[in-house]
């Protein structure tokens, strides 16, 4: 049986800066899997995955333009894709750093 889930579910620090009621899960997949990978909670994340699946989580994370180093990490080996498949190495490799830190 699936548990049916809102918005308000989520941590309410993903959201900070949208108008949640505006959210929907359908419509707002994209931006809804890619603030859960990059700040979410392991309870977010269990629900983003009980709702889309992994393999729907899987085509968005490879069309993100960025993702953190940890979470492309995480993700490349949950999914058993090279990392060079994602589109943020991609553009991260392309990109030059001007500043060496």
């Known amino acids: 049986m699936i548990k049916s889930y809102s918005?308000?579910?989520?941590?309410?620090?993903?959201?900070?800066?949208?108008d949640t009621t505006t959210l929907d899960f359908e419509k707002s997949k994209i931006q809804?899997?890619?603030?859960?990978?990059?700040?979410?909670?392991?309870?977010?994340?269990?629900?983003?995955?009980?709702?889309?699946?992994?393999?729907?989580?899987?085509?968005?994370?490879?069309?993100?333009r960025t993702l953190d180093d940890v979470t492309l990490?995480?993700?490349?080996?949950?999914?058993k894709i090279d990392k060079s498949n994602f589109r943020c190495y991609k553009l991260k490799q392309s990109n030059q750093n001007f500043w060496s830190y």
């Open 73 to 79: 990490s995480y993700l490349s080996n949950l999914f």
């Open 7 to 18: 918005i308000e579910n989520l941590s309410p620090h993903l959201f900070w800066d949208v």
């Open 32 to 64: 809804i899997v890619y603030k859960v990978l990059e700040y979410g909670l392991i309870s977010d994340w269990n629900i983003i995955k009980e709702i889309y699946g992994l393999e729907t989580i899987k085509e968005i994370s490879l069309e993100l």
